[in-house]
């Protein structure tokens, strides 16, 4: 499947009514054009054009004939007004690995730009809520295996949406914003309850030491609790974006590296804790090195 029809997508969410073919075109060149252009922060050199990336296949198989078997189901929900597609690579290869990948945009109560308050992280909460009820409906997802991630303000969303739902057994969280200036807000949903977050939690965070004395992980008392500093990443690094055009045309020059540990450690922490799997959780309490990764890269904390 071309990376164009997940930009088709995220066209429909911004104008539903555009249909024609030169105006879908026009629409898909602005959005990949923008996020092109944000890309030069991270990238050097960078020579992909927005042709390249409209046009560069993805893992993903279009109308796929279903297998008939039952398989453990991860929602991801994307950081503030952005869309499913925000972490395509990712979802993807959960979804090689055996798992049911759904998302939804990021969205506000009122319209699609997310606001940042109580009544933008419920909206989203209900989103993802929405779709689970539609997912439960399909006979190969096993909903007694379910698991979340989120980035950035996405992760308030799937904190709230487990202490709603307690069929959710893992949740991981890159970069949350649970665990920098919005703890305080997240605390005043109504929902927030750190004990009712019985299962594990996976956090991963930017290269920014000073950026959080991680508030919400120190408040889990009832759970098995992993952290990881990714060493070279920004906060914004925690998209596929960068990773995918440095896969389109690697004299960008990009280390993906940090983007491959950070996919890595999210299925081993799923595989782990939705299907038991014992050399995934060897991978979370091996050393980097042990992992393939060196430590400059991806490294445990203790707090």
């Known amino acids: 499947m071309p990376y164009r029809t997940y930009i088709g997508l995220e066209t429909q969410r911004e104008e539903f009514a555009i249909t024609d073919s030169n105006q879908v075109r026009a629409f898909c060149t602005t959005i990949v054009g923008g996020y092109r252009q944000y890309a030069t922060t991270f990238m050097k050199n960078l020579t992909v054009s927005v042709d390249d990336i409209l046009q560069a296949p993805t893992k993903a198989v279009y109308n796929a004939a279903p297998v008939n078997q039952r398989f453990p189901a991860i929602i991801y929900a994307p950081s503030l007004s952005k869309p499913a597609n925000q972490n395509h690579m990712a979802c993807e290869y959960l979804a090689s690995h055996g798992y049911i990948v759904i998302s939804a945009a990021s969205a506000g109560k009122q319209g699609q730009t997310m606001t940042k308050d109580t009544a933008g992280i419920m909206a989203q909460v209900r989103d993802l809520e929405y779709i689970m009820a539609q997912a439960y409906q399909l006979p190969a997802v096993d909903t007694s295996r379910v698991g979340t991630f989120g980035f950035s303000w996405g992760s308030m969303a799937t904190v709230i949406y487990q202490m709603r739902n307690p069929n959710v057994k893992a949740l991981a969280c ?115 090195e042990e992992n393939g990764f060196s430590s400059k890269t991806i490294a445990k904390l203790s707090i």
């Open 174 to 288: 890159w970069d949350g914003s649970t665990e920098y200036q919005d703890y305080d807000l997240i605390k005043t949903v109504r929902d927030f309850n750190p004990a009712k977050l019985t299962g594990p939690y996976l956090y991963l965070c930017n290269q920014n030491e000073d950026w959080s004395t991680f508030p919400f992980f120190r408040s889990l008392a009832n759970t098995t609790k992993h952290l990881y500093r990714l060493k070279k990443l920004e906060h914004a690094e925690f998209t596929a974006y960068w990773s995918f055009y440095a896969s389109i045309k690697p004299t960008t020059n990009y280390q993906t590296d940090s983007y491959r540990a950070i996919c890595h450690y999210t299925l081993s922490f799923f595989d782990a804790y939705l299907k038991d799997n014992k050399k995934a959780k060897r991978v979370l309490q091996n050393s980097s």
